[in-house]
């Protein structure tokens, strides 16, 4: 039989993965596709195809969905669950139900545990199923949460989880795994090197999928689960009420100084996507610091709210479209940049701010503040270290010591990160690690505690 070509579209920042599947006939079928289309256009682009169809597995939280956008720009017929109630034109599928894609086959299969809605799709060719898109129930080594839809919901989640990864596996062992969340996904209970499996590997190797017991199962998924973006929580709404469709590509508009001035004023948050270095030396009082790396997306919708004006300052060799689609794709409002960026600034005589930068060996004996995620913290840190997660930091900032506070992470962007957060909730006296807890064993010659402290 022919080979069906499926192309991975990986988004490194959500640790997710997209597919473009090649249907043999000049049209394309993309499946989970953010917002940001342009992996998803350049890949159809250089095959010759057209995308024909679009299809969700879930209500994305991680990312706003780009299906809607597909159907009205490409033309694409949307593929989701009929239970996810989307309020915009789909074809709403229930378990077992197939759509033909012209030669090759979709069959829905339904998977609740990651959401109550959930769906994979086994890809056949002719009546040999050729892989199955496995969205949020079967990932690689692990299976993802089932926590984002609210609290009381958790544990059931999980038991369905249990059962749907059950399902998955009575395939034949050669179908491929074909999984949304990946490495580096906050969806995903563990990370993972590899983003693509087997049925017959993953019964090999995955822990969970190996738990035959329901109670075992969910004592071990829920164990493993971390904290997640608070943006999460607005995103499956967006999705499925179907987001605003794009006009133009997001750009960032300029704005001189009076302008950001006066949105600051209004409300808006200054977002400094800068090197650490770069906003330790100076940078707009009150601004919060997110440098531009794959992980900008994840922590600028987890440190800023959805509904809040957004301005960017940015240095002139970082990519102001690059920072304007991840922004889109999350669902947040950039409304402008400040136009020559910090230079601007200065040049108009407005004030700036700074922060200390330490190396890991000159730790003086003030409060070490560790903004790790609890895994991280746990495997080692500093000895006497308070732990506290980015993401809780700005709830938790007055509960902290006023005296001065030495924040670390890894590499400092997080670190930089939580003490413009702990500077806008009034501590002044906060220093930052260029370094990580390895690099002050290294420098000190002393060990790492390796407990939950």
Same mark, same amino acid.
């Given at each position: ?266 409300? $808006?948050? &200054?977002?400094? #996507? !800068?090197?650490?270095?770069?906003? =330790? @030396? *100076? /940078?707009? %009082?009150? +601004? ?77 004996? $003030?409060? &070490?503040?560790? #903004? !790790?995620?609890?895994?991280?913290? =746990? @495997? *080692? /840190?500093? %000895?006497? +270290? ?68």
């Amino acid at each position: 039989m022919a080979t069906v070509d499926v192309f991975p579209l990986v988004d490194e920042g959500l640790g997710n993965s997209a597919y473009l599947v090649d249907l043999g006939d000049g049209r394309g079928l993309v499946v989970d596709a953010s917002l940001d289309l342009r992996r998803a256009w350049a890949a159809a682009h250089r095959r010759g195809l057209t995308l024909a169809f679009a299809a969700e597995t879930h209500l994305h939280a991680d990312f706003v969905s780009g299906a809607r956008q597909l159907a009205e720009t490409a033309g694409a017929r949307v593929l989701a669950s009929a239970a996810g109630r989307r309020e915009f034109p789909h074809l709403g599928l229930r378990d077992d139900e197939e759509v033909d894609l012209g030669g090759l086959r979709l069959r829905a299969l339904t998977t609740p545990g990651h959401t109550h809605e959930h769906l994979a799709y086994l890809l056949l060719d002719g009546d040999r199923p050729v892989g199955v898109f496995t969205g949020g129930s079967l990932l690689v080594g692990t299976a993802a949460r089932t926590d984002l839809v609210a609290p009381e919901q958790t544990t059931p989640l999980a038991r369905a989880q249990h059962a749907s990864l059950r399902r998955l596996a009575r395939l034949p062992d050669d179908v491929v795994v074909w999984p949304t969340h990946g490495a580096g996904s906050f969806c995903s209970a563990a990370p993972g090197a590899e983003r693509t499996s087997t049925i017959g590997h993953e019964k090999a190797t995955n822990p969970l999928l190996r738990i035959e017991d329901e109670d075992t199962f969910v004592t071990a998924l829920l164990g493993s689960l971390g904290s997640y973006p608070t943006y999460f929580r607005q995103l499956p709404e967006v999705n499925r009420r179907g987001p605003e469709l794009l006009k133009a590509d997001p750009a960032l508009a300029a704005l001189d100084v009076p302008a950001v001035e006066s949105l600051v004023s209004a409300g $808006a948050d &200054v977002v400094d #996507v !800068r090197p650490v270095a770069d906003f =330790a @030396a *100076g /940078h707009v %009082p009150g +601004a919060l610091s997110d440098p531009l790396r794959p992980a900008f997306a994840s922590w600028l919708g987890w440190l800023t709210a959805l509904d809040r004006p957004l301005v960017i300052v940015r240095d002139p060799d970082q990519d102001a479209d690059d920072i304007a689609w991840q922004a889109a794709k999350i669902g947040c409002d950039v409304v402008g940049e400040l136009a020559g960026g910090m230079a601007a600034w200065t040049a108009e005589g407005r004030p700036t701010a700074s922060i200390d930068l330490l190396q890991a060996a000159d730790l003086d004996h $003030a409060a &070490v503040l560790d #903004v !790790r995620q609890r895994a991280e913290y =746990a @495997a *080692g /840190h500093v %000895p006497g +270290a308070t732990h506290l997660e980015l993401g809780a930091v700005a709830d938790h900032a007055d509960e902290l010591p006023t005296g001065r506070t030495i924040v670390m992470c890894g590499h400092g962007e997080r670190a930089m990160s939580a003490a413009s957060v702990l500077r806008r909730a009034g501590h002044r006296d906060v220093a930052v690690v260029t370094g990580g807890p390895r690099e002050w064993a290294e420098a000190t010659g002393a060990s790492l505690v390796t407990d939950a402290g």
